[in-house]
């Protein structure tokens, strides 16, 4: 038990029973951030807001919305939209929010590659960063069955039957998690609790789990040079801010990134107030029916590229429900496909640069594609992307960067 | 401590480590079964057809634990499949689930070309519901049904359904 005095302030008073200036300083003074690095940076504090926007906005939903097949539809559309005060607001913020989080977490995953922040010790933040892209991909799942509109019913039929696919268990096993023979209330309901308890909750430890990773390897920098950070802080700390490599999180690193957050809520609220209908799709807007399939079902934008590899093998549903198992978990094997040491910029290691627009653009093809009817030649567009894209990871990328590596005589 | 021996600390390890892996199994033997399907579903299985009143060639869609079923009365120029057709009185009837093998949209039946496409990937399926064309894997299924005079019923497995499942 330590002595307590009678404190001198209420700073005083909390450092005494939860020894509140070491915690700060160990969060935020000095934890240390280097100082050659620019806005793409700033990416991470950017999901972090656009995150706690989702959180708020999904609890004011939360007090109109209802999880019942015969009265979500109209509890969105008509009690949110037209009678709750500011009812659009969360409603849009929240379709907006959860677009432009995949746009950033995109972002903020291919600054990572382009950087080679994901290998030589940085391999748990990659892991970590990649299992939260799942748990983002269920949260946004889940929730996007809720409103109960045509997309939202049909969306659940087709990823809930992938599962139909795997062997022995498969028939069983859809009807398990629908908790009916077709999508039905019951399906409702259970992913209702997985929407606003059980995911966030993860989400929120993963977030937890995915700072501290941080913590022993630091911040990758633009350059990929390797900073002694205990030296560079000793000299921030004697005074030598201009010498020194590093810069404190709080209060000089937070302050830029404010700047970057400032921005880019003022972009956000532009979009939420006047531009909210490209996260919102026409078809929702129908009400669920069983029996009627929407002549063209895609996914929101961020799974179209997954989607397009689905649909790919248009003459294998088997060989195409693999190459998709593949596609959503190749990345966080990255670490390993990267068979070179080398950590610099992109643009400073010409083969992998090449690569890696390679891999944007034919993700961007997929994507595109995977918005249009898989018919003539747009199916075998979709194949060859979809192709490629196992290529240039599954084999181009440890052949290209194992010749990097001989080169450099690791 | 000897090595036999076994202590009576390591006795409240062991006993509290079986207790609590009892108590871990037992929980996710409930947890299952709370997602399981509720017994009100799963009885509420069973359509009656009435085909008496088909016309030859006419399609008819109806309700079978919540998923489309088609049923077409024959012509007798459309093309015969042993392995798939129910006959009930003197005509041939092609029965199946309407939904599609490859990720369970549903077809639509065009009377003109008498086949069925799948808009979410282009397959195609012909009146005797096999797979044509395009990503699906396998023909529709059939659903089990009982032959009841001029009447279909669905979700029971009648003597001519179980003889067309071991066909197939």
Same mark, same amino acid.
């Given at each position: 038990?330590? +002595? ?12 005494? $029973? ?25 990416? @991470? ?5 656009? /995150? ?5 906005? @999904? ?8 999880? !019942? ?7 969105? %559309?008509?009690?949110?939209?037209? +009678? ?6 969360? $409603? ?24 080679? #922040? ?26 996007? &069955? ?33 908790? *009916? ?33 941080? $913590? ?12 002694? /950070? +205990? ?68 996914? +929101? ?76 030649? %747009? ?32 | &401590?000897?090595?036999?021996?076994? #202590? ?5 390890? &062991? ?15 409930? &947890? ?20 008496? #009143? ?12 919540? *998923? ?14 042993? !392995?798939? !057709? ?5 005509? !041939? ?31 195609? /399926? ?39 499942? %071991?066909?197939?």
């Amino acid at each position: 038990m330590a +002595e307590i005095r009678k404190a001198d302030g209420i700073v005083d008073w909390l450092d005494q $029973r939860i020894a509140i200036r070491p915690l700060m300083k160990v969060l935020m003074t000095e934890y240390w951030i280097p100082k050659n690095i620019n806005f793409l940076w700033a990416m @991470g504090v950017v999901l972090v807001v656009l /995150f706690t926007l989702l959180v708020v906005s @999904g609890l004011f939903l939360l007090m109109y919305y209802k999880p !019942d097949t015969k009265l979500a539809f109209d509890s969105v %559309n008509y009690t949110i939209m037209q +009678e709750v005060e500011y009812g659009w607001l969360w $409603r849009h913020l929240h379709a907006v929010s959860a677009s432009v989080c995949f746009l950033i977490i995109y972002i903020h995953m291919f600054v990572g590659i382009y950087y080679g #922040s994901y290998k030589k010790g940085r391999e748990m933040i990659w892991i970590t960063g990649m299992l939260l892209f799942v748990l983002f991909s269920a949260e946004a799942f889940s929730g996007y &069955m809720l409103p109960w509109g045509q997309m939202s019913y049909w969306a659940a039929a087709v990823i809930t039957n992938l599962f139909s696919a795997i062997p022995v268990i498969g028939p069983d096993l859809v009807i398990w998690i629908r908790g *009916n023979f077709i999508v039905s209330d019951a399906t409702l309901t259970r992913f209702f609790m997985l929407h606003v308890v059980l995911l966030p909750v993860i989400i929120i430890a993963v977030i937890v789990m995915h700072f501290y990773t941080l $913590r022993i390897p630091h911040v990758n920098n633009a350059y990929g040079e390797e900073i002694d /950070f +205990e030296k560079e802080a000793e000299k921030f700390k004697a005074g030598n801010k201009k010498e020194s490599k590093v810069i404190p999180f709080w209060p000089m690193f937070l302050s830029k990134d404010f700047f970057v957050a400032s921005f880019f809520l003022a972009i956000l609220f532009y979009l939420t107030c006047y531009h909210y209908s490209f996260a919102l799709d026409p078809i929702n807007f129908d009400p669920a029916d069983h029996l009627k399939t929407p002549p063209h079902i895609y996914p +929101e934008w961020y799974f179209l590229w997954s989607y397009e590899v689905l649909r790919g093998f248009f003459f294998s549903a088997d060989l195409g429900l693999i190459a998709f198992g593949i596609a959503n978990v190749i990345f966080v094997l990255l670490p390993w496909l990267d068979r070179s040491n080398v950590v610099a910029p992109a643009h400073k290691r010409p083969a992998f640069m090449v690569w890696y627009w390679v891999l944007i653009a034919d993700m961007i093809v997929l994507t595109i594609w995977g918005k249009l009817p898989p018919t003539g030649v %747009n199916a075998y567009i979709g194949f060859v992307a979809s192709i490629l894209f196992l290529f240039l990871l599954l084999v181009a990328l440890p052949v290209i960067t194992k010749l990097e590596a001989k080169k450099n005589g690791q | &401590m000897g090595e036999k021996e076994v #202590s009576r600390r390591d006795f409240l390890g &062991m006993t509290l480590g079986g207790v609590a892996a009892v108590g871990v199994g037992a929980s996710l033997v409930a &947890m299952k079964s709370s997602w399981d399907p509720l017994p009100s579903v799963v009885s509420a299985g069973f359509t009656t057809v009435d085909l008496s #009143s088909m016309q030859d060639g006419e399609y008819r869609q109806v309700e079978y634990r919540g *998923n489309p079923v088609y049923i077409i009365k024959k012509t007798a120029e459309m093309k015969k499949c042993e !392995d798939r !057709d129910v006959v009930v009185g003197n005509a !041939d009837y092609s029965v199946g689930i309407q939904i599609c093998t490859h990720l369970g949209c549903i077809p639509s039946y065009s009377a003109d070309t008498t086949e069925f496409h799948c808009a979410c990937h282009g397959g195609k /399926f012909d009146a005797c519901g096999k797979n044509t064309f395009g990503p699906p894997p396998t023909p529709m299924t059939i659903p089990p049904f009982k032959i009841d005079g001029q009447k279909l019923v669905l979700g029971e497995e009648g003597p001519e359904y179980l003889k067309l499942v %071991n066909k197939a």
